[in-house]
């Protein structure tokens, strides 16, 4: 019991947290990469993996073992340090953020007052981890991918950022618990529905943020065959793929909780307490299906298409809605 109090202390709670957040993470991301195979599977009336283990169950496992016998190999003009580096700063942002959403009552590593900010701060540093990998690598392909990439996360930070200032306009902090606290008693008040416009920017921006098809531009693997990653082997590429995957988690989880009442029940007496976590779980991984949906459903779009839709339309939509929603608040 000593032995507990102890470990409930500062700081051993919160790197004893983050050790667990991370290992997590990790294996979300290989999850992930599982349920995207079969989904795709699916989708294109095919098998997925289906031969290791129980209807292919095991096939992350194996994917590991290979991954990690494989060899690292770098370019022989490479930047070593700037290349190596380079998936380390794209996969732990990514795992930070997880410090600060809450999962259900009182489940959430970090109850920052500023967790909104935190959120859209560092997960800005996933760009440069983008522009590390292309610039490191020394090589035209990963170096046309990184500035692509560099390009639309930047882009598209712009009116994700805007999304959020509805919902904080609405709740009046920039706590994540704050936030879905505010969105109790019901589905009705969940902000989806008074931030519909936001809701689907925000989503739409979480897919390009994420560099998911049809936003994988930095990829283009029909005409830049991998992009800032191409150069990459082994445990650095599985690190990368983790990150991305793992990102895609994030997002969601992100997006459940600002507009889809994070842990909330739908109806007020399928309230579950402490075990609210499920419901937060099933409406992560509902977002999470739609990502993979659409990544097997729609083509790429072109560079400037990508542009345009970001800055000629999401951008001016959120600041439509932001005068709309500041004058029904000062209305009503």
């Known amino acids: 019991m000593e032995f507990l109090n102890f470990l409930?202390?500062?700081?051993?709670?919160?790197?004893?947290?983050?050790?667990?957040v991370l290992f997590l993470t990790l294996n979300l991301a290989a999850i992930l990469v599982?349920?995207?195979r079969k989904v795709a599977g699916y989708i294109?009336?095919?098998y997925g993996p289906n031969r290791v283990g129980p209807r292919g169950l095991l096939q992350p496992l194996a994917d590991i073992i290979k991954?990690?016998?494989k060899e690292n190999i770098s370019p022989g003009k490479a930047d070593l340090w700037i290349f190596l580096g380079a998936p380390i700063a794209m996969f732990i942002p990514v795992a930070a953020v997880w410090l600060v959403i809450p999962f259900a009552p009182g489940a959430v590593v970090a109850d920052l007052n500023v967790a909104i900010l935190f959120f859209v701060a560092v997960t800005s540093v996933g760009a440069l981890g983008v522009i590390m990998a292309g610039y490191g690598s020394r090589s035209n392909f990963s170096?046309?991918?990184?500035?692509?990439?560099?390009?639309?996360m930047i882009s598209y930070e712009v009116p994700l950022i805007l999304s959020l200032l509805g919902v904080v306009m609405l709740t009046g902090s920039l706590s994540l618990v704050d936030v879905v606290n505010a969105q109790g008693g019901g589905f009705w008040n969940w902000y989806f529905i008074v931030q519909f416009p936001m809701f689907i920017v925000f989503y739409i921006s979480s897919?390009?943020?994420t560099k998911r098809v049809p936003f994988d531009l930095p990829e283009g693997e029909s005409e830049i065959v991998g992009g800032y990653m191409i150069e990459y082997s082994g445990m650095t590429w599985a690190l990368i793929q983790a990150a991305e995957f793992a990102g895609m988690g994030l997002m969601a989880g992100i997006t459940t909780t600002l507009f889809l009442g994070g842990w909330q029940p739908p109806l007020p007496f399928l309230d579950f307490g402490q075990f609210n976590w499920i419901w937060f779980g099933i409406?992560?991984?509902?977002?999470?299906?739609?990502?993979?949906?659409?990544?097997?459903s729609l083509p790429r779009l072109r560079m400037d298409q990508l542009m345009d839709l970001g800055w000629k339309v999401l951008v001016p939509l959120t600041l439509?809605?932001?005068v709309i929603t500041a004058g029904a608040m000062l209305v009503f």
Do not use: C, D
């Not at 409930?8 to 667990?20: D, K, Y």
């Not at 170096?143 to 639309?152: I, K, T």
């Open 8 to 20: 409930n202390q500062e700081p051993w709670r919160f790197i004893l947290s983050f050790g667990v």
């Open 34 to 36: 599982m349920g995207e």
């Open 44 to 46: 294109q009336l095919r």
């Open 67 to 69: 991954l990690f016998t």
């Open 143 to 152: 170096l046309l991918g990184a500035l692509r990439g560099a390009a639309q």
């Open 207 to 209: 897919l390009a943020e």
């Open 283 to 296: 409406k992560t991984a509902l977002i999470m299906f739609t990502f993979q949906w659409i990544r097997w």
């Open 320 to 322: 439509v809605w932001l």
